[in-house]
């Protein structure tokens, strides 16, 4: 069991633990100033679920960003920014003797807001998103700006699984298969998420549903509302600043330049901005760019 401290993987972990015998739960601990309480909200949760726990310190397996991958560590288009963390933590289920791994993949999607709500403030995800939408525009030359603009990245069958739960098991899916793990996410089953649909808004907000189910069932509220989340978003900021060096020298040559697709020029100039402002929204751009560029090296 993905057991990170946070309310979605805490409510599964609960769930489970009521008819399973035996639990081994697991995580990555980001340890940094942005997770203040990741270790003590895990600590109450393991505590009432008497389970066995397996550690990953985030700073020993940071993201290792190269573009020029070896034929067998080559990675698909759409993978996991912590591979390196994540598969030390599945290593370690495995070794364990597991062969199922349940996640929280889905909570956010459970309780999502929908613009009929009344209530629905603006999302405060959303300046950072249009931040970074405006940056990948502004790396893309016009032919690449077309092509953007009429292809889909990622598509699949209209169904109640939004894309991003979608896409967050796409990424899994490959190294837990190699793995011999197969994932369960149960806030991806079709009908629940219907379920949630129907909430009224006062349930959804904040995820109070998950809130009150776990207040009940751990007797303590380890969720206080406006709680400080956990969160990766100091994580790819330092990765990319330790191998900013490599990176550099390795965009000397730019495949998705060569393709007239993106400005080298640009792209330099966002990797020196991630590197002195470790700014999410240019992070977040750069590296969905450092990752579609190395996809593209690998198939030249």
Known sequence: MELSGGMDSASVAVAVSE?????????????????????????????????????????????????????????????EYYLEAFGSLWDRFRGDGCEIIWTGIGGD??????????????SPSSPNLDIALGLAE???????LDAARSSFLFSAPISATLSTTLLAS??????????????????????LINFGAKLPFALRSGKELLRSYLRERLGSDVFPRGYAKETFALVLPKAIAARADIISSQLASCALADFGLVSQEAVMALLNRVITTHEFSATSTLARFLWAERFVRQLC
Do not use: N, Y
Not at 44 to 70: E, F, Q
């Open 19 to 79: 008819s399973v015998a035996s639990l081994a739960c697991g995580g990555i601990l980001l340890g940094d100033g942005s997770s203040p309480k990741q270790i003590d909200r895990r600590a109450s949760i393991l505590s009432a679920l008497d389970c066995r726990d397996h550690k990953v310190d985030m700073h020993a397996h940071m993201p290792a960003i190269d573009l020029d991958l070896d034929l067998k560590g080559r990675l698909p288009l759409i993978s």
């Open 109 to 122: 999607e459970l309780c999502a807001r929908f613009s009929s709500d009344e209530e629905e403030p603006r």
């Open 138 to 144: 502004d790396l893309l030359t016009k032919r690449g």
């Open 170 to 191: 796409l990424c899994h899916a490959r190294p837990l298969a190699t793995r011999g793990l197969w994932p369960v996410r149960p806030f991806g089953d079709p009908r």
